[in-house]
């Protein structure tokens, strides 16, 4: 029989769409009380990429990246993404808006060899996980960051390379902590 070997922890991050600062704002300060503090975070961006959001989100979207300090089990992903789910239910209810999805949260996470994301839909490049979950490799890297045909335009773009690629450092940091290599 093959040994079976335990996975490597991985770096937690999450993309949120939000229809104004405030809401993100509300976004960040909910999932810093859920999973903890943030080591990293970009810049909020315009998200122009696709009007796919509008209805739900609004017209002038904003994107931000964060990134968690503590490291998780990749096993724990779609137990996250339900939570992240919720916590945009809870914004639903409790920011001043009209909008029915005023905070999109979408949770995946970092290892030294991917960028794996979560998502509700099913498609022919995810993977079911549990929970009503499923999960792609976004990116994979291999001396930078290289793309799918599936990969969302957004994460295509250098600008959030720059930001994968300083959570992947802070992750083969705290890897190397970890083990002593």
């Known amino acids: 029989m093959w ?6 922890p991985v770096k937690l991050i999450i993309g ?7 809401a993100m704002d509300a976004a960040i300060e909910l999932l810093t009380a859920k999973f903890g503090t943030i080591d990293a ?4 961006w315009a998200f122009t990429q696709t009007s796919y ?5 609004g017209s002038e979207i904003l994107k931000k990246l964060i990134s968690i300090e503590k490291l ?5 992903l779609a137990t996250i993404k339900r939570k992240t789910n919720k916590l945009e239910t809870k914004l639903a209810k409790t920011l001043n808006t009209t909008l029915s999805r005023p905070v999109n ?17 099913n498609f022919a490049h995810r993977i079911y996980i549990g929970k009503k979950i499923w999960a792609e490799v976004t990116l994979s890297y291999s001396n930078g960051w290289k793309t799918y045909d599936y990969t969302f335009p ?3 773009e250098n600008r959030y390379h720059g930001f994968f690629n300083d959570v992947r450092q802070k992750l083969n940091k ?3 902590e970890l083990t002593g290599k």
């Open 154 to 156: 957004d994460h295509a």
């Open 105 to 121: 949260i979408d949770p995946g996470y970092i290892e030294p060899s991917k960028l794996v994301l979560a998502s509700a839909k």
């Open 3 to 8: 040994k079976l070997n335990k996975p490597e």
């Open 53 to 57: 959001y509008e209805k739900e989100t």
């Open 72 to 76: 998780i089990n990749p096993s724990q």
């Open 41 to 44: 975070q970009s810049p909020a």
């Open 174 to 176: 705290q890897l190397k």
């Open 16 to 22: 949120i769409l939000a229809c104004n600062q405030a």
